[in-house]
């Protein structure tokens, strides 16, 4: 008998904090797709995949550059995140690169940080957020979820 765990929606919601403006630099974050990722087979060897992206637009760019951090979301750590269904927990990561080799945090305990960049003048720039669920995890079936606060500083 195979257990899976569906998992519509993890790190589910980005919530979206502005740094401290700069010069005449207006950044706005329009659109999130939070990362999903496929049903979790805990039979399955290999990880889970999975990604979600946002999209930022800066107006009075100049010479300013964009960062963006993420949080620890609920666990606290960045290695792993955790998402949750009640009092389990289902680890995961999110990171800045395809290979997922790279945990995206905010430059702290060995994350990396998306930037800095010169983003283009009033054109939506597109960021991918690659999501990874390691093998091996006894769980049982659910919905599991996690809360993460992408921070744009410009």
Known sequence: MTRTSILALAAA???????PARAAIQCTITTV???SFPAYDVFNTLPTDG?????????GVGQNTVTMDLSEG???????????????????????DAGRGTIWGNGTGG???YGPFLPPN????????????????????????DSVTLTLVF
């Open 111 to 113: 994350t990396g940080r």
């Open 122 to 145: 009033n054109t939506p720039v597109v960021v991918t957020i690659f999501g990874r669920i390691p093998a091996g995890q006894d769980v049982t079936a659910g919905t599991y979820g």
């Open 33 to 35: 797709s939070a990362v």
């Open 13 to 19: 919601s980005l919530v979206l904090v502005a740094g």
């Open 51 to 59: 990604q979600g992206s946002v999209t930022y637009t800066c107006k």
């Open 74 to 96: 609920g666990s606290g750590v960045f290695n792993p995140r955790q998402m949750a269904k009640g009092s389990e927990k289902l680890a995961y990561n999110l990171f800045l």
